[in-house]
């Protein structure tokens, strides 16, 4: 049996070379104290660090490739949510021990994702201890072009991507073994989200705030709302369910995609006019218009119709 | 009793406001998605990401402001070592719990070296599970400036900031108390190591290949030489000692300058001219003369006067 591998062969065998390298960018990778770019003019860098812990972000059966995916996915979302173009990556890299089929699954995922996105794994640490992964994902949008939380402005229109809850139903799968092909799906959903890259930059010249979806929607209508000072009023007949969420759940469906998080979708606020622009556009049904921007003394209050309804749990939060 | 702060809360409480923040270069704090710089023209951005998990980088006692420090000394020392001036960083802590006056004591310290670097906490991520720091350090270089491991040259003088040895004698009283004055330097050294930023940019000019010493002298030599493709002469009786680490271990001092890691001081190759320059400064007593770059034939060789001296461990490395 071939001995565990150090920690400078970890680095060697499973993460030099994941990813393209873009060579105007990329002045030394790993392999020195620091990595260093020479970053392009008239860009801004926007970056985000996201860390999963195992047994409470994700189980420790999870399989080493899909948690790579997953890990980079929820990652890349933060930049596709500012409406940024991803360019590398570091990690963090925690393990109990070093065993080689793990590292290489894991490896495998992440090369998949680097590939997929287009973007480099230029530096990072890998220490012995609980299973822990961090990623910082780094990409760049045209200068002071980013999109953020704060611009939504009463009389707006709220617009979310693709379709919600999908992920949320995925958490009672997640030690199922034998799935039909709807478990598959709403799994796939919660181990690979797709993160909105060309939605991002679709919007980015009309929408005035926008916000990945990761706490599920309500909470993160909420961190627009608080940024933003304003209210939002969202439909809750206009959310956009998968038809393998009605299948799977038709009780629950509305509720998890309220307050389900892991979905990663785009939640945004448009003026009308930019909104009847993207309707118009072939991509059009990527979107759906769920609500609309209240004054802040309104809240953030979920309608069926004319009528008021009542949600208990406003989504996820690391320390309550 | 208060109840045990919401993650959101943490972030407010403790990790807003850390560092001055540079206005022409930040455009989005903590509080998005991602965070947003515009990068200076002609210049490259360094960046480190480490990580230090409890139990295996630090003990389960060690105080929160003092981990802090440590933690961030550690990861601003590879900035200190490509030349870099540092400018933002970012944070991943996981907790086991929310206790707060271990985040008052940690917030403290990160406050303190944010301060006293100049530098600012501008996102990052908190989570639950067992106690790990993940800082990635950010700064700046003139443009392709950044000082390597990767050219030395024979003939070159070796050289080294400091005194080494001192952080490994302290590993052996981190769980004592009632501290001598030695013990107390020793350990202030392991908790408080100093960057070099100073030296790092006095030498940029003149200096070949640079590295930190964080896994011990020989380990790190071994570095530079695999990244150089040279050897390296290590002369043992000119190691820089502190006359505290004399006293504590007279038997062990020059063992423990070798091998034993956690010193962060600067290692750095020069030709002649340049280390006559930097000898005739004011600063020259910040740096000492150990050695000479060699053919890469030669390897990596420690000797006492004529004598070559065989040297057991050659440092730290995690999965071993």
Not at 192 to 208: N, Q, V
Request: charged letters at 25%; aromatic letters at 8%.
């Amino acid at each position: 049996m071939p001995s565990a591998p150090s920690e400078f062969q970890i680095i060697k065998r499973y993460f030099e070379g994941v990813g393209p390298i873009d060579k105007q960018l990329v002045n030394q990778g790993i392999g020195d104290d620091c990595a260093v770019i020479n970053p392009p003019a008239n860009k801004s860098l926007c970056f985000s660090l996201d860390t999963m812990v195992e047994g409470r972000h994700f189980p420790k059966s999870a399989p080493p490739q899909q948690l790579a995916i997953r890990a980079m996915s929820a990652s890349l979302s933060d930049l596709a949510a500012m409406g940024a173009s991803p360019a590398f990556f570091t990690l963090s890299l925690t393990l109990p021990d070093s065993d080689p089929d793990w590292l290489e699954g894991f490896s495998r995922g992440l090369k998949y994702m680097a590939e997929r996105y287009q973007l480099s794994l230029l530096g990072g640490d890998t220490t012995r201890g609980p299973l822990t992964i961090g990623i910082q994902v780094h990409g760049f949008t045209a200068q002071d072009k980013a999109l953020r939380r704060s611009g939504a402005t009463e009389g707006e229109v709220l617009v979310v991507t693709g379709c919600l809850g999908d992920a949320g139903a995925a958490l009672d799968l997640l030690d199922k073994s034998a799935l039909s092909g709807v478990e598959e799906y709403l799994l796939g959903r919660y181990y690979a989200p797709t993160p909105r890259f060309a939605e991002g930059l679709l919007i980015t010249p009309y929408a005035s705030a926008c916000i990945d979806i990761s706490d599920g929607l309500l909470a993160d209508a909420g961190h627009i709302a608080e940024s933003s000072s304003c209210g939002l009023r969202i439909d809750l007949d206009a959310l956009p369910l998968s038809k393998e969420l009605r299948e799977f759940s038709k009780d629950r469906a509305a509720l998890l995609a309220l307050t389900a998080g892991d979905d990663y979708e785009l939640l945004f606020t448009i003026p009308e006019e930019g909104w009847q622009v993207l309707e118009s556009k072939a991509e059009a049904s990527a979107f759906t218009r769920i609500g609309r921007v209240e004054p802040k003394s309104f809240g953030v209050k979920v309608f069926s119709g004319e009528q008021e309804v009542e949600i208990e749990r406003k989504g996820f939060q690391h320390f309550e």
